[in-house]
């Protein structure tokens, strides 16, 4: 790390200040004169709508962008700083937590909590050391999984917990958290702010990235809003700060509601699983769906609740063409005719879309252009002899640019360089664009912004007064309340219940998902 003559001495209850930050891209200014100052020992939130740059900013501050490809000061500690790589950030105790977590899926718990500060002894790794402190390290976090267990099978959600406890490996003084709870449902999120909140009390600076508004104002003390690539303002929540008020800052105007008005106009019920059987893909004794019967009504949108590892999204990906598991019975009905959807291909062909959870690993290829991955699930709608139309290829692509507002200078940007809620929108992009009879959401607004959430919500709600059916997979409760009309809950494989969203509560979900069968 270089360090040059310091400008100005901070006061010592700051702990950064990052002066009038400018970062360009070719032809995208991300960052314009962005300010921002943080106390030592405090959880400051950073806010905005998908593209406002704030993870530029923080990658920025970290070193992913080195000194010399921005203007502006950093001032960590009392003196500038000028980080050339990451490695230096985080030997001055500044850790960063990307939105896409940097975890290797081949490797084990363990080899990703120490990779590039392996516990060794004379040279070689000891192993018995790694697990026990792996063990010691995943306790923090909640997580009890094995340690020698593959990071490729365990969810998104528990991915994430093994993140922060590869951060707290390290000296960290100040830890940055892009979206830390956008994979986890609300138990497993308190779990993780409590945890936050605990580093806090003993001396940790955090800065979080969130569009969760209400987890921001259970344990930010400062908030800045960044809108457009600027600094808007900064709020001191224990003055009295709510959600409208910092969306207002978000979005320059306030929300009337957080969902769109829709009277539903529901059908005949076109879509029906039976006793739905699915083994574990590594464990045979396990079974993650357990004789699974549900249905879906033409202009339905039906919501999945369940706690983190319940069997939501493997329910999901084994009907879209058995990509999970091991099928071991049941049956699907479309318009009252059994359907056989052994692979993917014949579930896009029988009208079935599926917007995974993980669109890093399964929803994109990120060497593709947006214009590419628009049309990528059905290049058939697009070609003439068996050749893409190039100029049909750039019409649609940038139709659902403009339909879902995806911040992108051009359909031809690689989808790599989008924000983590524009490549959302992408996929959903994707998905639209094969006409789905069903289109399976699998958090579908995780990473999205208030404002880009509600523009979400009424394409889904349009998708349904077109007769089609949804699935949506939420581990926000108030999400699946607000736009769902049935909500079906998911408790270790197995429905334990059916609601009318009219006759529900969170409270009445919550006890459906935390038990075998429970009674309505």
């Known amino acids: 790390m270089h360090r040059r003559g310091v400008k100005q001495k901070v006061s010592n209850h700051t702990i950064l200040e990052m002066r009038s930050i400018t970062k360009e891209f070719p032809g995208v200014k ?6 921002i100052t943080v106390r030592a020992g405090e959880i400051h939130a950073i806010c905005g709508e998908n593209g406002a740059g704030k993870s530029t900013l923080m990658k920025v501050l970290s070193g992913v962008y080195p000194f010399g490809s921005y203007t502006g000061d950093i001032v960590y500690q009392g003196e500038v700083v ?15 937590i990307h939105q896409e977590l940097a975890l290797i899926p081949e490797l084990s718990i363990t080899e990703n909590l120490f990779l590039g500060s392996e516990i060794s002894k004379r040279g070689v790794i000891d192993w018995t050391d790694a697990q026990l402190r792996a063990r010691e390290l995943l306790a923090r976090v909640g997580l009890d999984d094995d340690p020698d267990t593959q990071i490729k099978n365990i969810g998104v959600g528990k991915q994430q917990l093994v993140e922060i406890a590869k951060a707290l490996h390290k000296n960290v003084k100040l830890l940055i958290l892009d979206e830390p709870t956008a994979a986890l449902n609300e138990n497993d999120s308190q779990h993780l702010l409590s945890l936050i909140v605990g580093l806090k009390e003993r001396g940790v600076t955090s800065i979080m990235i969130s569009h969760k508004l209400n987890e921001i104002e259970q344990v930010a003390d400062d908030i800045t809003i960044i809108r457009d690539g600027r600094t808007i303002e ?9 959600e409208d008020r910092i969306i207002r800052g978000m979005v320059g105007r306030s929300l009337e509601s957080r969902f769109p008005d829709r009277t539903p106009h529901i059908g005949e019920v076109f879509f029906e699983v039976r006793d739905w059987t699915v083994q574990h893909p590594l464990d045979s004794s396990r079974l993650v769906c357990k004789g699974e019967n549900f249905t879906v009504r033409r202009g339905e949108i039906v919501g999945f609740a369940g706690l983190m590892g319940a069997g939501r999204t493997e329910l999901a990906m084994s009907l879209f063409g058995r990509s999970y598991g091991t099928w071991l019975g049941g049956q699907i009905f479309k318009d009252g005719r059994e359907i056989k959807v052994t692979n993917v291909r014949q579930a896009i062909a029988n009208g079935i879309g599926y917007v995974s959870e993980d669109r890093k690993a399964l929803g994109l290829n990120l060497l593709d252009s947006v214009k590419r991955s628009t049309v990528s699930a059905d290049l058939q709608k697009i070609s003439r002899g068996g050749v893409v139309d190039a100029i049909q290829e750039h019409d649609v692509a940038e139709e659902y640019r403009k339909m879902l507002r995806t911040k992108v200078p051009t359909v031809e940007e690689g989808v790599s360089k989008l924000s983590g809620g524009n490549q959302q929108k992408v996929v959903l992009s994707k998905w639209m664009f094969t006409d789905p009879d069903l289109l399976i959401l699998d958090e579908p607004t995780r990473g999205i912004d208030v404002g880009a959430k509600f523009e979400i919500y009424r394409i889904i709600q349009q998708l349904a007064d077109q007769g089609k059916g949804v699935i949506l997979i939420s581990s926000e409760l108030p999400e699946l309340l607000g736009i769902s009309d049935r909500i079906y809950t998911i408790f270790e494989g197995a429905i334990t219940d ?6 529900t509560t969170p409270e009445t979900l919550m006890r459906s998902m935390t038990s075998v069968k429970h009674a309505a």
Not at 234 to 242: A, C, I
């Open 498 to 503: 059916e609601f009318p969203v009219a006759e």
């Open 234 to 242: 900064t709020l001191d929540v224990h003055t009295g700060v709510d």
């Open 82 to 96: 000028q980080f050339s790589n990451i490695k230096q950030s985080e030997e001055a105790g500044i850790v960063i």
């Open 30 to 35: 991300a960052l314009s004169d962005v300010s």
